[in-house]
């Protein structure tokens, strides 16, 4: 009897259930138990669970690509691993305290937006996002395809499009249309691959460095031309101008300049 | 021996004479949720088996020791602690699955079934037959979703486990799938005609109308 009394734990057992000092304590034990088993799972398991979480990302950006009409194809012939990267549109850099996840909620706020000025705002924007998300593929280090996202104002309304550059940054890969209101026959051509195919191999620079890219009227000629529609000036000059804006200095330029000075 | 008899007989007893589901009416939430595929329900099976059993042990182990007045305060946060490291686990090894699932892991906590069960029976019993008895009640649990399950993939898809059963007419076979069975209405028609089939069987297991239709009908004035 006097070693149970001696020993602090069984005396604690033999308290009646009901003494204020007993169910204190089993509250007490039963959380702590509890808080040891939760917190010991969640940080066992965490390195497995990001891994997976990363890998349902990427898959969700490659069935993102995918979806788009044309750039599955692209993605196809280039092979590589895909990955996204916000970038800060200023700088050229990726953005330090932006992600994908964040995007959204960053941009819902006008202080994130940039007003454009009459003359450079080519692509009839009136202001720009500081930060956009793009897409790069990788054959082992080095970048063999980016893809820019890009808004333009067409005939009949804003022209959301992707276009591809080739790690050389200034051959295009491809283009795809996302989204457009412009005239069914005419300017809405502008989602038919085979107007889409004149873009592929388009050089965007002169051998000085500056910026050549345009629509042809017709048939394009010489090697930083695409094919004009004939009927859909506007759009076709709507293409040009968005094309132009955002691989200009006020786009993508610092981007396409960091990639070629391997930054990324 | 006769421990043993008991044993076998608290393990059958929940499958079908005393099953939680149809009899007892518990955890029918999670079963209509669940059960649009049978890879679901088994993985929800399961992890609700193995938190059952678990939580009936634990608090059998302390049941002497279990102050009354936060009996079930600690019940409760045993249930729950054991369900999000099982939510945990399934989040790390099976994610696909532990997508499908999304919040109904989370709530086996409030699945009367676990609650019913340690209240019921592991706060009165040593360890082994609470084990033995949530275990049977866990398997009882699992026949109802697996066979709803079953059900609802195979007239929903034409599919078990993702295998496709039935030719489906767009494939150029003869079965057009049902797509009511995939929506909820449908596992509440099929866990009636589950319970309707058990009664017939077991007509013990009918319970007395709560109301006696009068004899003669009086027009109203």
Redesign the interface.
Known sequence: MADTDRNPWRRF?ALP??SRT??LA??FL??AV??L??SG??VL?RP??AA??AA?EQARIEALVRGVPGMADLLEQSGGSLSTVVIDLDNGRAAADVTAATLEATLADTQNWTTLEQGADLAGLGQRPDYAQVFLLRQGEAISLVLLPMTGQGYGGRIDAILAVEGDMNTIAGIAITQHSETPGLGGRIEDPSWQASFPGTQLHDDAGNLRFATARGEASGIHQVDGITGATRTTRGISNMVNFWLGPDGYGPLLRAIERGEF | MGQRVDIIGTLTAPLIRQNPVTLQILGICSALAVTTSLATAVTMSVSLTVVLTLSAVIISL?R???????RL??QI??V???V??ID??L???F?EISRDLSIYVSLITTNCLVLGRTEAFARHNPPLPAAVDAFGNGLGYSVILIVLGGIRELFGRGQLFGWQVLPLADAGGWFSPLSLMLLAPSAFFLLGGVVWAVRSVLPEQAEAPEHVPPATVRAAE
């Open positions: 057992l259930n009901e007993k169910t089993m509250a039963v959380s509890c808080a088993m939760v799972a969640t398991l497995i669970q997976n979480r349902e | 302390i002497r020791h279990l102050p009354d007045t936060i305060i600690v946060v045993m729950a602690s054991l999000i490291v945990q686990v989040q790390a090894y994610s």
